[in-house]
């Protein structure tokens, strides 16, 4: 009965004509809702303005879909890939892509030619050498220390300029690197070139050190030291029943003839287990 009479009431003037209303604001709130919906996901579609103090953080955080996809070609070089990515995105991101890019091109290192680092005053040399011009001699001059040894095997003389001539022939950066020291000897007035082939051998019970730094080839009355070794370090190391191979390279001034006659070789003491010994290698080399 409270409800049938409340119904009645409700279909009075007074009171009907606001609940039309209200039930027309439901309507139209229902009726728009979806149309609100589609136009926020419209908007957010929109790029976003940020000022300048944000795009750094923005462009680190999340690269532009450009570049991206670019980066993940591996048909792309570094360099079109680079230079792309600068072209596009904000000026802030242009600046950051070609400061990457410069920085890349520093680290990455080319194959250099064996001439990039050829002194200008090498290149200029000839490398056509003509007849041979090499003394060699075989030798079987031996002297021990302590049970560590020395045997110079093979002594070669060559003229100086003939010397580098070959060296530059050969080409590679450890024969150009070689030449620019016969160069520098030569203008220094040095004349010839001895290449003597050495056997280092240990046959104590210590391992051995057998130190070329400090060596002087004697000739004549003159030293001379060492321009460099081949084939080794200058301090070469022998354990307890091996030998190792080592040329040195010798610049000297020959006053006495064509040839340079007979030199000795001086050499340091070795080191036994890692103690200096008292003495020298002498070793004659009888050279024509």
Request: with cysteine.
């Amino acid at each position: 009965m409270d409800s049938i009479a409340l119904l009645q009431q409700l279909k009075k003037p007074q009171y009907a004509l606001p609940a039309a209303i209200v039930i027309g604001m439901l309507a139209v709130a229902f009726g728009v809702q979806p149309g609100a919906s589609g136009q926020a996901k419209d908007i957010s579609a929109v790029p976003i303005e940020r000022s300048d103090a944000t795009v750094p953080a923005l462009a680190t955080a999340s690269p532009p879909p450009e570049a991206t996809k670019q980066a993940s070609s591996p048909q792309a070089t570094p360099s079109v890939t680079g230079a792309q990515s600068a072209a596009s995105g904000t000026p802030a991101q242009q600046a950051s892509n070609t400061a990457t890019s410069d920085v890349a091109g520093a680290r990455s290192t080319p194959q250099a030619s064996p001439t990039a680092t050829v002194d200008p005053a090498l290149q200029r040399q000839p490398t056509q050498c003509g007849a041979l011009k090499e003394s060699t001699t075989p030798l079987a001059v031996e002297q021990a220390i302590s049970g560590v040894s020395i045997k110079a095997t093979r002594v070669a003389v060559y003229p100086i300029e003939y010397f580098r001539c070959i060296l530059m022939a050969t080409g590679g950066q450890e024969a150009y690197g070689l030449a620019s020291s016969v160069m520098k000897a030569e203008e220094q007035g040095q004349t010839h070139i001895v290449l003597i082939d050495l056997w280092m051998a240990n046959a104590s019970k210590q391992f051995g050190q057998i130190n070329v730094r400090n060596a002087t080839v004697a000739m004549a009355g003159q030293s001379f030291v060492p321009l460099a070794t081949l084939g080794g370090r200058s301090e070469v190391v022998v354990s307890t029943g091996q030998g190792r191979t080592l040329s040195l390279v010798v610049a000297i001034k020959n006053t006495v003839g064509e040839t340079t006659g007979p030199i000795t070789l001086v050499v340091e003491g070795p080191l036994i287990g890692g103690n200096q010994v008292a003495g020298k290698y002498q070793l004659f080399l009888p050279t024509p």
